[in-house]
């Protein structure tokens, strides 16, 4: 649960518990817990770590996932999410914004045809991350929660674009970027900047 909260950076119960899996009464349980220990910081129903939750994330990552860490097949592991979140990366730009003569400008979504071969894009990448999911979540069990929180936005853009890209809502690229962070984390890796 700290960990989901480090990742989201803050959350209700209700996001965690979509974003987790667990039960809704259990969150609120360990969420409580987590305040009462210092981890959280409790914002009104919203809660947000505190700074030595990161530290604890980290060191938990570190305490528990250290044999991962530099072994030739996870490193080619990497290696390969990398290339498939290169392809993710290109897909939410084009997503984002589109090439008029020769500028990028921002995609205001007028053009259907265009969005719907984005979107396919997208699904295709979420297929190829999927596969590598499942190999690190036989390792790291809390990485199979992520194909079914892909699915579930894929499931609402045929209804509501917002769940490519909204910071708002629970889109692929939020939940993207948790996995991403999330990875980085398990692996001791920093973001390039």
Known sequence: MLNAVVLKKSATADILAAST???PSAVARIV???????????LGGQVMPDDSAVDTVKSYNEAHW???RGQPEVE????????VNDLMLAAIDAWQQVRVGGEKI????TDAAYDDKIISRIDGIIAKAEELLRQLGKRVPRFNRYPE??????????QDRRYISDPRVESV???WFE???????????????
């Open 32 to 42: 409580g817990e987590l305040v009462d220990a210092g981890y959280l910081v409790d």
């Open 106 to 109: 921002r995609n205001d979504h």
């Open 76 to 83: 080619r592991w990497h290696q390969r999410f990398e290339h």
């Open 149 to 158: 929180r892909f699915e579930a936005a894929m499931n609402q853009v045929e």
């Open 66 to 68: 250290s044999g991962l």
């Open 173 to 175: 690229h939020n939940v």
């Open 21 to 23: 899996g667990v039960a």
């Open 179 to 193: 996995m991403h962070e999330d990875i980085f984390l398990l692996l001791g890796k920093e973001r390039q900047v």
